[in-house]
């Protein structure tokens, strides 16, 4: 899939996180993601896939159960961001947003 594709995927879920106090788009890894706060939790990157920043340890759980990779950056792996493909489908991006949102509106200053 294409980063166009994802990103109409995640423009498709992103409408219930956008009716949330302080949630946005901004740019993020020459993308557009959105934010909570001016932190951003989501974005589509430029493989088609979803990804997103949550807690190390949950993380770690997702992949463990294979359904998110780590997400790896000029050849270093990142603790927190994870993607997720397009084929895993709306629930599933949907489901993986809220958790993103949850972290980053728990670790965000107000």
Same mark, same amino acid.
């Given at each position: 899939?294409?980063?166009?594709?994802?990103? @109409?995927?995640?423009?498709?879920?992103?409408?219930?996180?956008?009716?949330?106090?302080?949630?946005?788009? %901004?740019?993020?890894?020459?993308?557009? %993601?959105?934010?909570?706060? %001016?932190?951003?939790?989501?974005? @589509?990157?430029?493989? %088609?896939?979803?990804?997103?920043?949550?807690?190390?340890?949950? @993380?770690?759980?997702?992949?463990?159960?294979?359904?998110?990779?780590?997400?790896?950056?000029?050849?270093?792996?990142?603790?927190?961001?994870?993607?997720?493909?397009?084929?895993?489908?709306?629930?599933?991006?949907?489901?993986?947003?809220?958790?993103?949102?949850?972290?980053?509106?728990?670790?965000?200053?107000?």
């Amino acid at each position: 899939m294409t980063r166009e594709a994802a990103q @109409a995927l995640l423009e498709q879920v992103a409408s219930e996180f956008l009716q949330k106090p302080g949630v946005d788009w %901004g740019a993020i890894f020459g993308s557009t %993601g959105l934010r909570v706060r %001016g932190k951003v939790f989501a974005v @589509a990157n430029h493989a %088609g896939d979803l990804m997103v920043k949550i807690s190390e340890s949950r @993380a770690d759980e997702l992949i463990a159960d294979g359904a998110v990779t780590r997400m790896v950056m000029r050849g270093r792996e990142m603790r927190e961001w994870v993607t997720m493909p397009i084929e895993a489908g709306p629930d599933n991006w949907r489901e993986l947003l809220s958790e993103a949102y949850d972290y980053l509106d728990e670790i965000t200053p107000r």
